[in-house]
Each structure stands twice: as C-alpha cells, then as structure tokens.
C-alpha cells in the first residue's frame, strides 16, 4: 500500500508559469511534509517542509499548500525558470522517527 | 560545514556477489537512514540507525544489513545479489526524529 501518492507523474510549463504538483496522504499519525528536488545524477535535496499546524509555508518561489482534513499538500512553484527542471518528491514522516514515505516523483520540465 | 558523502558512486557486481556501499554523515548528525531508489521511482526506506543502534526497518530482506560505527558514519551491505537489486542507493542523514534529513548523492549499484 502506497502511503504517499503523488500526481501527476510529469508536467510541462512555460517559463514563468506556475507548476502545481499534489500528494495524498493516508496517515494521520504523519507530522512532517517535506518536498525534495533531484536532478539526474544526484541525491534529492531538501526544498521546503511543513507540519499540519499551518496551512501554508512560502519559500522564496516555493509554496506549500496544506489541507489536514482533506490528507491534501502541494507545491507550487512561483516564476518557474529553465533551472527548476528536475524530478520533485514529495514525503511524510511521523514525528521522532525519520523514516520517510516518498511520494513517486514528479519530473517537471520548464521551457524557456 | 561538509554534506552527506557516499562511496563508491558507481559498482558494477553479479549475481550472488556482496557489497558495502558507504556513507558519511553531516556533521553533528547522529541518524543515518538507508533508501533504495529504483529508476523512476521515489526512495524507498531499508532501514535507520540511531547511535549504532538499528531504529526501524523497512520491507527489506535480512540479507540487507548495515552498522553505524561511533563516528555516526555508516555502512549499508547486501548479499547474495539479485538483478532486482540494481539501483540508486541513497543516505541520508538528521539530527533525529522529525528534523529535516540530508542525502547524499547515492551509489549507483548495477547487478549483471
């Protein structure tokens, strides 16, 4: 049983559009909601995380949306450049144990 | 402030064969957790130690084994290798329960 799921599986945007990428969660013992990006070749890095407390975190160009009755979060990616293309990942943990539920990704392509 | 490293990037092995693939945590971190990340998939968690200790495991056989020496580094092995087994192996690293993990860049582990 998948305990993230992730969609869609790819996106294409223009540059400056704004990329939409969601996950569902089961869980409800799950407090963190962290998104990473990979490109090819590397390990994923950590962009922006938020627990159920708030309903959304913005980082620079990145948003998280959070809908704790809905088991709902999103990124949303403000301004998107050629640079931000790259697979995104999507993951939950419960709190004091780092074992993480990674969503299946999402390889986003922006044009220029 | 040095980041995740793991060695060797890239392994070539057969069938039946074992391997140590290895990992150096962030400093200051005393949680290591070990992902397989099967190609076009999200990382799968295989297990996390804790001061040397195993701290929870995910759907892996017992032939995926691993330790944390004092140095909080870590070393994921595998034996009797399957083709099944090819894969981005990933470490990452924390401060502990629900605190943001780091990953390395992996160790791509191809079985012939």
């Known amino acids: 049983q998948q305990q993230v799921k992730q969609s869609p599986q790819s996106l294409i945007v223009q540059k400056g559009g704004i990329p939409i990428i969601n996950c569902a969660y089961e869980?409800?013992?799950?407090?963190?909601f962290p998104w990473y990006q990979q490109f090819p070749g590397k390990g994923p890095a950590l962009l922006i995380a938020i627990r159920p407390d708030v309903s959304e975190k913005k980082e620079g160009r990145f948003t998280i949306s959070f809908n704790k009755s809905a088991k709902q979060f999103s990124l949303h990616i403000m301004d998107s450049q050629p640079g931000d293309s790259a697979t995104y990942f999507c993951?939950?943990?419960?709190?004091?144990?780092?074992?993480?539920?990674f969503g299946s990704g999402t390889k986003l392509n922006v044009k220029p | 402030e040095t980041g995740v490293t793991q060695s060797p990037t890239h392994l070539i092995k057969t069938r039946g064969q074992q391997v140590t693939l290895r990992c150096s945590s962030q400093?200051?971190?005393?949680?290591v957790s070990w992902y397989q990340q099967a190609l076009g998939q999200g990382p799968q968690f295989i297990f996390q130690?804790?001061?040397?200790?195993?701290?929870g495991r995910g759907n892996f056989p017992p032939r995926f084994s691993g330790l944390q020496f004092p140095n909080y580094s870590s070393e994921l092995n595998v034996n009797a290798l399957e083709l099944d087994d090819s894969a981005l192996y990933l470490c990452?690293?924390?401060?502990?329960?629900?605190?943001?993990?780091?990953f390395g860049d992996g160790t791509r582990l191809s079985i012939l």
């Open positions: 130690y804790y001061r040397e200790e195993e701290n």
């Open positions: 869980n409800t013992a799950f407090d963190y």
């Open positions: 400093s200051g971190h005393n949680t």
């Open positions: 990452a690293s924390s401060l502990g329960g629900g605190q943001p993990q780091h």
């Open positions: 993951a939950a943990s419960r709190r004091n144990f780092n074992k993480f539920y």
